[in-house]
């Protein structure tokens, strides 16, 4: 069982830029496409952002086009979220997820399980 352990939210102005990390457990890291997601109070989860397994491929939500970059460092089990030009409306819990099979780049947000515990963003006006 993975365990994924996300970082880096806060407090920030509109305009601003956050940058969130999602550390995980276990030597098949590398084998897996991970996913952002997010959650504002009220609203159901969304998604956000994906990468492939090998980081060569990316996908965004239409919302966080443009402002949002995901990436990730396999020799550090990590993925990162660089948020820029941050809006009041990108204020929600974040949670990265991994997707449920190996080598798997299907970007179907149903795909993607194995969630972390989340981290709180708020942008303010």
């Known amino acids: 069982q993975v365990q994924l352990v996300e970082s880096g939210g806060g407090l920030v102005q509109a305009g601003g830029s956050l940058r969130l990390s999602c550390a995980a457990s276990?030597?098949?890291?590398?084998?897996?496409?991970m996913g952002w997601f997010r959650q504002a109070p009220g609203k159901e989860r969304e998604f956000v952002a994906a990468i492939s397994w090998s980081g060569k491929t990316t996908y965004y939500a239409d919302s966080v086009k443009g402002r949002f970059t995901i990436s990730r460092d396999n020799a550090k089990n990590t993925v990162y979220l660089q948020m820029n030009c941050l809006k009041p409306e990108d204020t929600a819990v974040y949670y990265c997820?991994?997707?449920?099979?190996?080598?798997?780049?299907?970007?179907?947000?149903?795909?993607?399980?194995?969630w972390g515990q989340g981290t709180q963003v708020t942008v303010s006006s």
């Open positions: 997820a991994r997707h449920r099979a190996p080598l798997n780049n299907n970007y179907d947000p149903a795909n993607f399980a194995s």
């Open positions: 276990g030597r098949t890291f590398s084998s897996y496409a």
